[in-house]
């Protein structure tokens, strides 16, 4: 599986709304992504996944970037937060999106779940985010968290067509799975 240099993933639009660090002066082999909007686990309904239905626990947006703005939230010891990504990505059927965390998140004790996106996937990203440190963590929206690294699929792939599509952050109400 090769990976896709900036300039191709520039030319091919795989990523929208980049920021103009990214547009003039990326680095390494990926194009990082900001923190767009912070969900808070509610806790009030676990949620559950069944057979054939579903729900995700309870969300409330907490904080959400605004364009010259500074917004910083403070990420409490053990809660549960859904990040939501400034950019959104557009996967064809021949490539595939790998999802890496900032290394300086790692050192504070920041763990940030969910790394993939599918051939045929379009929106934003979410990621759930967890402090597992015992002090308090402070992000600013518009920070960049995760860098983008984009493979060519080599055979056949079949498109993503699932429920998360466009980019919803949790299931609000019960559904039923794809």
Known sequence: MSILGIDI???LGLIENLSDREIENPEGTGIDMRIGKIFEFEGLDKGFLHVEKRK????????????GESNKVRLEPGKLYRIQTIESVNVPSNIFARFYPRGNLFAAGIIILGQKADPGYKGTMQFTFINISNVPFEIEMGARICQVVFHEVKGKTYNYRGQWQGGRVFIEKEEKQV
């Open 9 to 11: 993933v520039k030319e």
């Open 56 to 67: 995700s626990p309870n969300y409330k947006l907490i904080a959400e970037y605004k364009e």
